[in-house]
């Protein structure tokens, strides 16, 4: 059993790890503005926030199973961990904007600090554009006591997948799914959450074996190849294939992560483990650092191939950083 929880426990932070590089890929190729077909291959890093939900699900569950805590515990625990490293970051990039544009944006401060940017379709995306995330996660974390009672049901992933379907397809029949703040609602990726609910619930009772974790390439490559085709097609043809799209995306990115982990080259996997333990405070960074390194270069390449190592550098430092504080309990 500790074998097997030591193996599934690197997957997962090998999946982490490696889902905020392709995130950070994908925005630093947006954020160069090059060529149409190369920005349509680096959109595909973007499941990476699949791949997020889906380890969020994992870890607290997980977590919760080996220790329950109160709801109220809980929630103080969370907000502590997300909430006040990336309010940071929200204000330190207001300053950003106010020096360019002169103009202290107050409003859009607000609605992060409040949360209320959640509700809104013009503050949703404001600041910074991937933080849309931080509002879905703490969706998440609200209704956390729910989800734990979906999960627990006997056919509970049944039902969060059927919850998540009709969330989706609502969604499109009602012409909001290009609005971030009804298509990234948490229920749109309650599927994905409580997946990883469930893979922890397996991995705890015991339901998982060794040889439940070697998967056969063929099978990895058919799922692999399914699940990025319909990506593609979905996203190509759009309609009723859209609403889905999460769905493919995930199968397809996931069935790839697994392929590169089991192929088994240990200075990768180590590094993206590694990249795992400070990927929160790289997804809150890695778009802040950009945008200063950008606005001083005039794009040069030799500044964009150091986008990725700084950001890591800088990420990696907040992360010992918030270390400090929370061992000296300023932040409780």
Not at 238 to 266: A, H, P, T
Request: hydrophobic residues 50%.
């Amino acid at each position: 059993y500790n074998s097997v929880m030591k193996q599934k426990n690197d997957i997962v932070s090998f999946f982490r790890g490696i889902a905020i590089f392709t995130i950070v890929i994908y925005h630093l190729i947006q954020t160069i503005n090059t060529d149409p077909i190369i920005q349509k291959v680096a959109a595909f890093g973007g499941a990476g926030v699949h791949i997020f939900i889906l380890c969020s699900g994992f870890g607290l569950y997980l977590s919760y199973l080996q220790k329950p805590i109160n709801y109220i515990t809980f929630l103080k625990k969370r907000l502590s961990r997300i909430y006040y490293p990336y309010i940071i970051i929200v204000i330190l990039m207001a300053i950003h904007s106010s020096i360019q544009y002169n103009k202290f944006p107050l409003n859009e401060v607000l609605s992060h600090i409040f949360l209320y940017k959640m509700f809104s379709t013009q503050l949703d995306t404001s600041i910074c554009y991937p933080f849309w995330f931080i509002s879905t996660i703490i969706q998440f974390y609200i209704a956390w006591p729910l989800i734990v009672k979906i999960i627990q049901h006997k056919r509970g992933y049944i039902a969060a997948l059927v919850i998540s379907i009709l969330y989706m397809t609502i969604v499109a029949v009602l012409k909001y799914s290009e609005f971030r703040v009804w298509n990234s609602f948490f229920l749109q990726y309650l599927w994905e959450f409580c997946l990883g609910m469930w893979i922890a619930e397996q991995l705890y009772t015991h339901n998982i074996k060794n040889n439940t974790l070697q998967v056969k390439y063929k099978y990895l490559i058919i799922t692999m190849i399914i699940g990025i085709g319909l990506t593609g097609i979905s996203g190509w043809k759009g309609g009723i294939l859209k609403i889905y799209n999460d769905i493919f995306s995930l199968l397809g990115y996931s069935s790839c992560l697994c392929i590169i982990y089991r192929i088994g080259i240990n200075t990768i996997n180590r590094f993206f483990i590694w990249t795992s333990t400070f990927s929160y405070e790289i997804y809150l960074l890695h778009i802040l650092i950009f945008s200063l390194m950008m606005t001083t270069s005039k794009y040069s390449y030799f500044v964009i191939v150091l986008c990725i190592p700084i950001t890591y550098f800088i990420s990696w430092g907040y992360s010992q950083l918030l270390k400090i504080i929370y061992n000296t309990q300023i932040i409780k």
